[in-house]
T-cell receptor
Framework: SQKIEQNSEALNIQEGKTATLTCNYT??????LQWYRQDPGRGPVFLLL???NEKEKRKERLKVTFDTTLKQSLFHITASQPADSATYLC???????????WGAGTKLIIKP | DTAVSQTPKYLVTQMGNDKSIKCEQN?????MYWYKQDSKKFLKIMFS???????INETVPNRFSPKSPDKAHLNLHINSLELGDSAVYFC??????????????FGPGTRLLVL
């Protein structure tokens, strides 16, 4: 069966450290993978997109990797800050219909 | 200026009632979506419209009917509300459908509670 899995337990990280979030999927062949941030009571906000032929993408303190062999994407936040605390969602984009398939998200808590 | 707006933000209603949620985007995008986010936080696509035409219509009860009067608006009407309809409904838009990887811009959500 098709699945997208993100760590369902909250991730607690000390301020200043690197936070690493995981997105694993099975039985999908996405053309793209996107990461979004969702704060409580708000809609998701786009952060980064990575294509299937890209290994890594960076934006300021954010880095995303995409391994289509392992069927996994890692999302890193370096020099984490309490303001980075939120739920982070990964979404696969299918080439067939451009529909986004969403993971349930991982709640990240950065402790001062 | 709000890019994607939804009204109302909160909706509390009785089972069996009919209600509508409105969505507007001022980004000039061609494609709009309705999502349902349940208590487990999964975002599930319900409908997608491209240039006022229905593109994606997932397995959603026909009590849910979207309407797109123009490219900037996508409303959601729900008939005969049921307890299981309680969720947060998000409207979103993207520049276009196709070419893949289109980033989506979300509204603030409408929290629907059916009693």
């Amino acid at each position: 069966s098709q699945k997208i899995e993100q760590n369902s337990e909250a991730l607690n990280i000390q301020e200043g450290k690197t936070a690493t979030l995981t997105c694993n999927y099975t039985n999908y062949s996405p053309a793209y993978l996107q990461w979004y941030r969702q704060d409580p009571g708000r809609g998701p906000v786009f952060l980064l997109l990575i294509r299937e032929n890209e290994k890594e993408k960076r934006k300021e303190r954010l880095k995303v990797t995409f391994d289509t062999t392992l069927k996994q994407s890692l999302f890193h936040i370096t020099a984490s800050q309490p303001a980075d605390s939120a739920t982070y969602l990964c979404a696969l984009v299918m080439d067939s219909n451009y529909q986004l398939i969403w993971g349930a998200g991982t709640k990240l808590i950065i402790k001062p | 200026d709000t890019a994607v707006s939804q009204t109302p933000k909160y909706l509390v209603t009785q089972m069996g009632n009919d209600k509508s949620i409105k969505c507007e985007q001022n980004l000039g995008h061609d494609t709009m979506y309705w999502y349902k986010q349940d208590s487990k936080k999964f975002l599930k696509i319900m409908f997608s419209y491209n240039n006022k035409e229905l593109i994606i219509n997932e397995t959603v009860p026909n009590r849910f009917s979207p309407k797109s009067p123009d490219k900037a608006h996508l409303n959601l009407h729900i008939n005969s509300l049921e307890l299981g309809d309680s969720a947060v409904y998000f409207c979103a838009s993207s520049q276009a459908l196709g070419a893949g990887g289109e980033t989506q811009y979300f509204g603030p959500g409408t929290r629907l509670l059916v009693l």
